[in-house]
Structure formats: C-alpha cells, structure tokens
C-alpha cells in the first residue's frame, strides 16, 4: 500500500480549502499544500481574512498554516512533490453547446488531468473530489493514459464531499460518511486503503464506504437530487397550504414524526441554492436524457421546476400584496447568500427574486452580513444559460447597503430572502417608524413565526411562506371620552 505523506489539492475554493485544512489537522504527519491559480485567492488564504466565511474554519487553519498546512500557487511542484492529488475544482453547468443548461461543464476537470499527467512521475493517486457526471474518472483516466510518461504510475479514484455550508468544518470532522470509489484490481484496491488510512485518523471505520467508482459518483448526485426533492415536494405543499389555510410548518411537523420520512430537508422557504442542488440535479436530468430515459430525465426535471416556480410565487406575491407594481418603490431585500452562515450566493434564490423585481423596476436595497457588494452586483449582472441582464439597469435601480436600518428606511417592504439569525433580533419599532405605510414583511424562510403577533401590533402587514397570516385590523383610541359626548349625533338616513 502507498503511504501518503505529501497531499496536493487543485483548487482552493469551498471544497478544497476547508477539506485540507482539516485533514491537516487531524493528520499532523501529513503535508498537505492547496493550489489554486488565482492568486488573490491563495493571498487570502495566507492572510487573516479568508476568501470564504465558515464558522470554525478561521481556527483550524491559524492551528497548522505554516506548519503543515500551506497554501500556494506554484501548482506543479506540488503535484510532482505529492503521493496524492485532489481534483477540486468548479464544475458549473455549461452554458453553450450541447446540453446548455443542464450538462456539467468539465473543461476544469480535464486541464488539471493534463496538466497532472504532463509534470508527474512515480507513483501518484488522483482523486475526484468535485462534484463530477458519472464515468468522469473514466475520463481522467483516458487522459492519463494517452499522455502518461513510462516513469507515470497511477490510480484514480472517486471521493465525493457532502459537506453543508454553514456547518462545513463539523461535517468534515463528524460525517455521516465518507465515501470512497476506486477500481477493483489490486492496485485500485490499495490506493483506496492509502486514502481510508487518512481518514481513519478521525473517522470511525464503520462510516467509510467503499464502491467501484461509477457507483461512488451516483451515490453524490443521487443524494443531492434526494436532498432537493424534499425541498421541492414541502414548498409545492406549501403552495396548497396558502390557497387552503393551512400551516405548512405544521404539516412538515406532522409528516415529519413519521419515521420512515423523517424531519430533515422539510423547511418550507423561497427555494433550495448553492453550488450543488440544481447543478447536480440538472446532471442527473442529462445522464438520463442521454441514456435514453425520457421518463426518468422529466421526473428529476420536475424538481428544478418547482423550485423555479416557488420563486416566482413568492415574487409575485410581493407585486400583488404592494398593490400590483413595485416600480419606482423601495423595497429592502435582507439575506442575499444562499442560505446562513456563508457567503456563497451560487445560485441564491435572493439573485432570482431581485431580478423578477428589478424587472417590474423595483429600487432595490440589498443588505447580508457577510456576502460583499461586488459579488452582489457581479451576481445579479451576471448573463443566464437564457437572458442577459443590463449592467446600467442594475446599477440605476440596485443599491447595497451596510446596515440593516438604513436598507428599511423610506422601504415600502421589507423582503427576508436568507435565515440570518440577526434579522430576529433587529428592531422592528424602529424599522416600521422609518418606512412608508402601509409597510410590508415578506419572510421568504420563516424565521420571523414567533414574532407575528408582535409585528402585527406593530402595525406590519405579515406574509409568509405557506401559511395565511390573518391580518389585524387597527382601531385608534380616544383616551378622553368627552371627546365622543361632544361630537354631532349621525344623521338619520330614509331608507
């Protein structure tokens, strides 16, 4: 068996760096350098300011940076110094060509095999860790072999992440699983037992599991596509709960006791984001379309449509609760990262609601506490695989802010598009003093339950997701009761 002692990661983004820096952790024997080309991403990585937020990863990298743990951007000496080499690099949905809109683009992919193959020599293990269509390590593998010197031995395996932003660093450390494909020779054999030797360091043998590699790539967009269908299934739910007056939170509650469904993935919101969801199950939706499995490909399909179709609902609510146009009006968009405790707005369900606003040509203020202003602008600039977006237009009607009560002042609603905890700790006196009236929440994750009552005291016109929120109709009282002895006593009116 291979015994590795010099990791190499290509790619220093939300899988690789956070993965490495805790497998550097944990395996202190080990010297693992992460790669990347851009440079102001590896700058970042060598600073105290990381190029992404994730609760914990600050403390696990000041614990082993410079010590085992390095980040670089000289990508070939640490490929040839490795004994083993993770791939973890984007894999987006192409935009043109065949299978635009749905098919992984692996242009990443197939630059870090060739340049893997061109630099290396001796015994190197070469590991998928992004997210990749099943039978990409075959890929890999025809690369390699195509351009593999004689002095070139490899193997190459599958090690899906499923790691969760926002809990990314206690995902890595306590996993359900780790999941491990390789071939089944020998040798493919050996090179799985040197990666479990890693992670046996911190992981219990009975949570590693290993497949041949087709079968550990599906089980990756397998479990993404299972993982968004429960959100699809409890937001169309939630639909019919609004029409009906139900409580959709009641009816995952109740659904959820049963064992054999479970509590998990049935928070009822504006829809599912992030990097993998609809990417991966847009993957799927090809596979199956280009294996002949028309059916197949329209069920998973269904999916991405109901999650397309929960954005527009919600944004078409705000229209018609604001009295059938936003244009011209202000309206203060809270959360623009995909979901808390990261900034990662990959395909955010806030860049889907702006645009449907901007294009009614709402003023939109925008405040998230940890996602910066350029990328909310590059985000909302940014052309669909089926629209461009006007860069003046955006830049005329969108404006980011830095502080919560600035982004409400002079707002005619306020729209909750991300669960920051924060936003049910702001002062909502203040806030509704400072808006125009009548003044509007939209709470797209339904974070703000608790806090009806009170904002309807207030004086907040409530909607939520799938739940009829029963407005409170305001009297005025008159303290002084002579004020009503004193007034003219109505006219009688013949009938």
């Known amino acids: 068996m291979v015994e590795v002692r010099k990791i190499c990661c290509i790619g220093a983004g939300y899988v690789g760096g956070p993965t490495c820096s805790v497998i550097a952790q944990m395996c202190p024997e080990v010297t693992v350098t992460v790669v990347d080309v851009n440079e102001d991403r590896i700058r970042a990585w060598n600073s105290d300011s990381l190029p992404i937020f994730e609760p914990g990863l600050q403390e696990v990298v000041d614990s082993c940076r410079g010590v085992n743990l390095f980040f670089s951007t000289d990508i070939d000496e640490a490929i040839k110094n490795a004994d083993l080499v993770f791939i973890s690099v984007n894999t987006p949905t192409k935009t043109f060509g065949i299978g635009k809109g749905r098919a992984a683009d692996l242009k990443y992919i197939e630059a870090c095999a060739r340049r893997i193959a061109d630099v290396s020599i001796g015994c190197k293990i070469v590991v998928e860790k992004s997210t990749v269509p099943v039978r990409a390590a075959e890929s890999i593998r025809r690369i390699f072999n195509a351009n593999t010197?004689?002095?070139?031995?490899?193997?190459?395996?599958?090690?899906?992440?499923?790691?969760?932003?926002?809990?990314?660093?206690?995902?890595?450390?306590?996993p359900d699983r780790?999941?491990?494909?390789?071939?089944?020779?020998?040798?493919?054999?050996?090179?799985?037992?040197?990666?479990?030797?890693?992670?046996?360091?911190?992981?219990?043998?009975?949570?590693?599991?290993?497949t041949n590699t087709w079968s550990s790539e599906l089980s990756k967009l397998a479990a993404n596509a299972f993982l968004a269908q429960r959100i699809s299934s409890i937001n169309s739910i939630s639909a019919l709960c609004e029409v009906t007056g139900a409580d959709v939170e009641e009816v995952a509650h109740a659904i959820g006791t049963d064992q054999r469904i479970g509590s998990c993935f049935l928070k009822a919101s504006v829809g599912?984001?992030?990097?993998?969801?609809?990417?991966?199950?847009?993957?799927?939706?090809?596979?199956?379309?280009?294996?002949?499995?028309?059916?197949?490909?329209?069920?998973?399909?269904?999916?991405?449509?109901?999650?397309?179709?929960?954005r527009k609902r919600f944004s078409s609510r705000i229209i018609s609760?604001?009295?059938?146009?936003?244009?011209?009006?202000?309206?203060?968009?809270?959360?623009?990262?995909?979901?808390?405790?990261?900034?990662?707005?990959?395909?955010?369900?806030?860049?889907?609601?702006?645009?449907?606003?901007?294009?009614?040509?709402?003023?939109?203020?925008?405040?998230?506490?940890?996602?910066?202003?350029?990328?909310?602008?590059?985000?909302?600039?940014?052309?669909?695989?089926?629209?461009?977006?006007?860069?003046?237009?955006?830049?005329?009607?969108?404006?980011?802010?830095?502080?919560?009560?600035?982004?409400?002042?002079?707002?005619?609603?306020?729209?909750?598009c991300t669960e920051w905890d924060m936003f049910t700790e702001l002062d909502y006196e203040k806030i509704y003093k400072a808006m125009l009236k009548p003044a509007f929440i939209f709470d797209g994750r339904r974070i703000l339950d608790s806090l009806?009552?009170?904002?309807?005291?207030?004086?907040?016109?409530?909607?939520?997701?799938?739940?009829?929120?029963?407005?409170?109709?305001?009297?005025?009282?008159i303290e002084d009761k002579s004020e009503i002895d004193q007034q003219q006593p109505l006219k009688k009116i013949k009938l």
């Open 452 to 477: 009806h009552d009170q904002l309807q005291h207030i004086g907040f016109q409530v909607e939520t997701i799938g739940k009829r929120v029963n407005q409170r109709i305001h009297f005025t009282a």
């Open 178 to 210: 780790v999941l491990i494909g390789g071939d089944e020779t020998p040798e493919g054999q050996h090179a799985i037992e040197a990666l479990r030797s890693i992670y046996e360091h911190w992981v219990p043998k009975s949570k590693i599991i290993t």
């Open 272 to 310: 599912f984001g992030g990097s993998c969801f609809q990417k991966d199950v847009l993957n799927l939706v090809y596979l199956c379309e280009v294996l002949n499995l028309p059916e197949v490909a329209r069920y998973w399909q269904q999916v991405i449509e109901i999650n397309d179709y929960q």
């Open 321 to 416: 609760c604001l009295f059938n146009t936003v244009t011209d009006k202000k309206i203060a968009l809270l959360g623009f990262a995909f979901k808390k405790n990261t900034g990662d707005t990959r395909e955010s369900s806030s860049i889907y609601i702006s645009r449907y606003l901007l294009e009614e040509g709402a003023c939109l203020h925008i405040y998230d506490p940890k996602v910066k202003a350029q990328q909310i602008m590059h985000d909302l600039i940014q052309p669909t695989p089926s629209e461009r977006h006007d860069p003046a237009t955006v830049s005329r009607l969108v404006t980011i802010v830095t502080d919560p009560y600035k982004a409400c002042e002079n707002a005619h609603a306020i729209v909750i």
């Open 149 to 174: 010197k004689s002095s070139f031995n490899f193997q190459v395996l599958s090690n899906p992440e499923f790691l969760a932003e926002g809990t990314a660093i206690a995902d890595l450390k306590n």
